[in-house]
Nanobody, 124 residues
């Protein structure tokens, strides 16, 4: 079992920045690829960004490329999502997830463990 706890969400004006953190515990963090997803009211959960276990290869949804950066610290057992140039359409609950497979999945179904989510609200 891996326990994931997100933090760093909040209310920010359009054009602003936030940094989300995802603290992991329970199993060896570097054995898991990490992903960030988001879900807005009335919409399905969607992939935002992912990062591989140790090589740090990343993948982004087109709508965040150039604005968001995913990273991880395998010593601190924490994954991060740096979000810049935020837009009102970025408003959602953001979830981190852990995937024990070698591949980097963009599908929510490919992840084994999930955090409880953190709310991000961008005011226009």
């Amino acid at each position: 079992q891996v326990q994931l706890v997100e933090s760093g969400g909040g209310l920010v004006q359009a054009g602003g920045s936030l940094r989300l953190s995802c603290a992991a515990s329970g199993r060896t963090f570097s054995n898991y690829a990490m992903g960030w997803f988001r879900q807005a009211p009335g919409k399905e959960r969607e992939f935002v960004a992912g990062i591989t276990r140790r090589t740090g290869i990343t993948s982004y949804a087109d709508f965040v490329k150039g604005r968001f950066t995913i990273s991880r610290d395998n010593v601190k057992n924490t994954a991060y999502l740096e979000m810049n140039s935020l837009r009102s359409e970025d408003t959602a609950v953001y979830y981190c997830a852990a995937d024990q497979r070698y591949s980097l999945s963009r599908s929510a179904g490919g992840y084994d463990y999930w955090g409880q989510g953190t709310q991000v609200t961008v005011s226009s």
